[in-house]
């Protein structure tokens, strides 16, 4: 059974850079699909925000592209996503998913998120 | 990249049926049949229900339907019970690896 879960700062402050891991467990990342992060501002709905193919390339949501940067870790099998010059526009809560289909446009399995405050 | 429009809320009692609409253009529903519906409790992770319009993924009721018609992509449930009241997601391919949700639609079982 394949299993995500996220970890990372519950609390960062405004202009700086949220950091989260996801771990991978039941599935090697380097066998195959993509990974992604999805987000979740209280109360309101998903947004996509980018993923990375099992290879290294990555794909991001063009609203957010020049401050999202998703990375890989096969021997840890983790992935991980940075958010820099954070506002509290990006308190949400990070998901993390398994992404299959076409271009990995759906999330199979997905972590139980991670709720991130941006607050000073 | 605007989100994909859906009903803010729907209803319907124990044993009837409901359908929610998912809305975009033809550079998103319209242009690929890679719609797929998610269902969300409160406080919990978004659940795959349907995907590539029409799939149901191993383990979902066959209640659930999905179904596409130009740039309006729907889910239909069947049989409501109290169970499936949520939030459900529609969400899009969109070209060139982007993807696109829509806003939600919270279901009530009444």
């Known amino acids: 059974q394949v299993q995500l879960q996220e970890s990372g700062p519950g609390l960062v402050k405004p202009s700086e850079t949220l950091s989260l891991t996801c771990a991978v467990s039941g599935y090697s990342i380097s066998s195959g699909y993509y990974w992604g992060w999805i987000r979740q501002p209280p109360g309101k709905g998903l947004e996509w925000i980018g993923s990375i193919y099992h290879s290294g390339s990555t794909y991001y949501n063009p609203s957010l592209k020049s401050r999202v940067t998703i990375s890989v870790d096969t021997s840890k099998n983790q992935f991980s996503l940075k958010l820099s010059s954070v506002t509290a526009a990006d308190t949400a809560v990070y998901y993390c998913a398994r992404l299959s289909g076409v271009r990995g446009a759906v999330g199979d399995y997905w972590g139980q998120g991670t709720l991130v405050t941006v607050s000073s | ?110």
């Open chain 2, 1 to 110: 990249q605007s989100a994909l429009t859906q009903p803010r809320s729907v209803s319907g009692s124990p044993g009837q049926s409901v359908t929610i609409s998912c809305t975009g253009t033809s550079s998103d529903v319209g242009g690929y049949n890679y719609v797929s519906w998610y269902q969300q409790h409160p406080g919990k992770a978004p659940k795959l229900m349907i995907y590539d319009v029409s799939k149901r993924p191993s383990g979902v009721p066959d209640r659930f339907s999905g179904s596409k018609s130009g740039n309006t992509a729907s889910l239909t449930i069947s049989g409501l019970q109290a169970e499936d009241e949520a939030d459900y997601y529609c969400c899009s391919y969109a070209g060139s690896y982007k993807v696109v949700f829509g806003g939600g639609t919270k279901l009530t079982v009444l």
